[in-house]
């Protein structure tokens, strides 16, 4: 393959296709944010390493980015379609808030914090625009109007429907062969009112008295779809190069994404790429889901011990578009390998030389190949280990591909003994004393407790080396 082109995985074409921005040197991407009535859970962040993995692989092409993160913050149901409680009130109820449009963006304000403070721990770049779905409702009237006046939706008495048997090519991205005209099975419970049990919800009415925005199209809250492409559209155009998400988003929300941009734009496509991750499971296949033992937050991995980007090297050693497995001693594996990438940094000194530019075509040809970071690693490990390279290269070389991998060798450092905290030489003491009585079990555990506050810890001929993370 040749290093200066990208080949990326189109969901809608279910090929490997040459990237071709639309505009020469700027790519506009869309990423499906978080909806924000607590806090993201391991699985969730998987889809914004891949994410970020994209737009700094493109970056490392020379391109300009313009990306947008959405918050959903209003109008996203339990059942991700048309019923259910809506996640922003099963929020408000949780932590004994008020059912009010001013409660309910307090909630989500905090839980946005969070987070981007996620995203900050995970060395993930935060994009140019995260707008809130709740400051959206004009654009949202604007195209339900549209398409009312098009004649592509219909009033019910709970909302308004967009009518799938008049978009020919409703179920391209989810790749199903079903026929609109006769689908009738429901995916979200029989409504009676619906022409087609498969027509989706671009607004939803309130019940009376009950919450929601007055507009001309009646008082209610947007349909969970509806806020992405009116997002999307106002700060990216009607057509833009690449939309990011999950797998679990193909078959329901970019499915009518696609139906109600196209038809209420006139323009195809809405999306020239579709990229979506695979899901992230624990217990040998139960999906990580926000209850239960599965709802994993990245405070938990801090709270093991472990370093948030260790969790984001263990992501970078699966292709993004294969499921994962979950498991803390695969997390711990990952860290114990991170930790070895960092001695061997450590001991390249402090010159900086220049980058090696045949290892760094074959980084940059593997990122190319669909954003093939487990063969990208191994290019890393090998120049690493390379006995005719010169310490000083290694590290420029390194530098480089960290511009995309973002494992924070930047940021890595020897620390002088004097400058390291009192409670981490407390801890390092503790540690050495543990591994002279051979208890290796506490010295991990106290090795892991260093990790978390940021300092990282080598064993050398010389005895303990200890530096900053």
């Given at each position: 393959?040749?290093?200066?082109?990208?080949?990326?995985?189109?969901?809608?074409?279910?090929?490997?296709?040459?990237?071709?921005?639309?505009?020469?040197?700027e790519?506009?991407?869309?990423?499906?944010?978080?909806?924000?009535?607590?806090?993201?859970?391991?699985?969730?962040?998987?889809?914004?390493?891949?994410?970020?993995?994209?737009?700094?692989?493109?970056?490392?092409?020379?391109?300009?980015?313009?990306?947008?993160?959405?918050?959903?913050?209003?109008?996203?149901?339990?059942?991700?379609?048309?019923?259910?409680?809506?996640?922003?009130?099963?929020?408000?109820?949780?932590?004994?808030?008020?059912?009010?449009?001013?409660?309910?963006?307090?909630?989500?304000?905090?839980?946005?914090?969070?987070?981007?403070?996620?995203l900050?721990?995970?060395?993930?770049?935060?994009?140019?625009?995260?707008?809130?779905?709740?400051?959206?409702?004009?654009?949202?009237?604007?195209?339900?109007?549209?398409?009312?006046?098009?004649?592509?939706?219909?009033?019910?008495?709970?909302?308004?429907?967009?009518?799938?048997?008049?978009?020919?090519?409703?179920?391209?991205?989810?790749?199903?062969?079903?026929?609109?005209?006769?689908?009738?099975?429901?995916?979200?419970?029989?409504?009676?009112?619906?022409?087609?049990?498969?027509?989706?919800?671009?607004?939803?009415?309130?019940?009376?008295?009950?919450?929601?925005?007055?507009?001309?199209?009646?008082?209610?809250?947007?349909?969970?779809?509806?806020?992405?492409?009116?997002?999307?559209?106002?700060?990216?155009?009607?057509?833009?190069?690449?939309?990011?998400?999950?797998?679990?988003?193909?078959?329901?929300?970019?499915?009518?994404?696609?139906?109600?941009?196209?038809?209420?734009?006139?323009?195809?496509?809405?999306?020239?790429?579709?990229?979506?991750?695979?899901?992230?499971?624990?217990?040998?296949?139960?999906?990580m889901?926000?209850?239960?033992?599965?709802?994993?937050?990245?405070?938990?991995?801090?709270?093991?011990?472990i370093?948030?980007?260790?969790?984001?090297?263990w992501?970078?050693?699966?292709?993004?578009?294969?499921?994962?497995?979950?498991?803390?001693?695969?997390?711990?594996?990952?860290?114990?390998?991170?930790?070895?990438?960092?001695?061997?940094?450590?001991?390249l000194?402090n010159?900086?030389?220049?980058?090696?530019?045949?290892?760094?075509?074959?980084?940059?040809?593997?990122?190319?190949?669909?954003l093939?970071?487990?063969?990208?690693?191994?290019?890393?490990?090998?120049?690493?280990k390379?006995?005719?390279?010169?310490?000083?290269?290694?590290?420029?070389?390194?530098?480089?591909?960290?511009?995309?991998?973002?494992?924070?060798?930047?940021?890595?450092?020897?620390?002088?003994?004097?400058?390291?905290?009192?409670?981490?030489?407390?801890?390092a003491?503790?540690?050495?004393?543990?591994?002279?009585?051979?208890?290796?079990?506490?010295?991990?555990?106290?090795?892991?407790?260093?990790?978390?506050?940021?300092?990282?810890?080598?064993?050398?001929?010389?005895?303990?080396?200890?530096?900053?993370?």
């Amino acid at each position: 393959m040749n290093s200066s082109k990208i080949q990326l995985y189109n969901t809608l074409s279910r090929t490997k296709e040459e990237f071709v921005p639309i505009h020469k040197d700027e790519v506009r991407m869309y990423s499906c944010g978080p909806t924000v009535y607590d806090y993201a859970h391991i699985g969730n962040l998987r889809a914004y390493v891949f994410a970020d993995i994209l737009q700094k692989t493109l970056e490392y092409y020379k391109y300009k980015i313009k990306r947008v993160i959405n918050i959903t913050d209003i109008g996203h149901l339990t059942s991700d379609a048309d019923d259910g409680e809506d996640k922003m009130a099963k929020g408000l109820k949780r932590e004994g808030k008020p059912f009010t449009l001013e409660a309910m963006k307090e909630l989500a304000v905090f839980y946005k914090e969070k987070f981007m403070e996620d995203l900050s721990a995970m060395n993930i770049k935060h994009p140019d625009i995260i707008p809130f779905a709740s400051d959206h409702i004009k654009e949202d009237v604007e195209i339900v109007g549209k398409l009312l006046e098009k004649g592509f939706a219909y009033k019910t008495s709970d909302g308004i429907y967009f009518e799938i048997a008049k978009f020919p090519d409703y179920w391209q991205l989810s790749g199903r062969k079903d026929s609109p005209e006769e689908k009738t099975e429901s995916r979200v419970g029989e409504n009676v009112e619906k022409k087609n049990q498969a027509d989706f919800a671009l607004w939803k009415f309130s019940a009376k008295d009950g919450l929601g925005y007055e507009t001309k199209i009646g008082k209610g809250f947007p349909g969970w779809h509806i806020e992405c492409s009116a997002m999307s559209i106002k700060y990216l155009g009607e057509q833009f190069d690449i939309h990011t998400g999950g797998i679990d988003h193909i078959p329901v929300h970019h499915t009518n994404e696609i139906a109600q941009s196209e038809t209420y734009t006139g323009k195809k496509p809405f999306v020239r790429v579709w990229m979506h991750n695979n899901f992230l499971d624990i217990n040998n296949g139960e999906k990580m889901a926000k209850s239960g033992d599965g709802f994993i937050t990245l405070q938990t991995v801090k709270e093991k011990g472990i370093s948030p980007i260790a969790y984001r090297f263990w992501i970078l050693m699966g292709h993004y578009r294969t499921k994962m497995n979950f498991n803390w001693e695969a997390l711990g594996g990952a860290e114990t390998a991170l930790g070895r990438l960092y001695g061997l940094y450590l001991e390249l000194g402090n010159d900086i030389g220049a980058v090696h530019e045949e290892y760094r075509n074959k980084f940059k040809e593997y990122l190319g190949d669909d954003l093939d970071t487990p063969r990208a690693l191994t290019i890393l490990w090998d120049m690493l280990k390379d006995p005719n390279m010169s310490p000083a290269d290694k590290k420029a070389t390194t530098l480089d591909f960290d511009k995309v991998l973002g494992l924070g060798f930047e940021s890595l450092k020897e620390v002088d003994q004097e400058e390291i905290p009192a409670e981490i030489a407390q801890l390092a003491a503790l540690r050495q004393a543990a591994r002279g009585s051979k208890d290796f079990q506490k010295s991990d555990e106290l090795r892991k407790k260093i990790n978390s506050l940021g300092y990282e810890i080598k064993d050398t001929d010389g005895g303990q080396k200890i530096s900053k993370i």
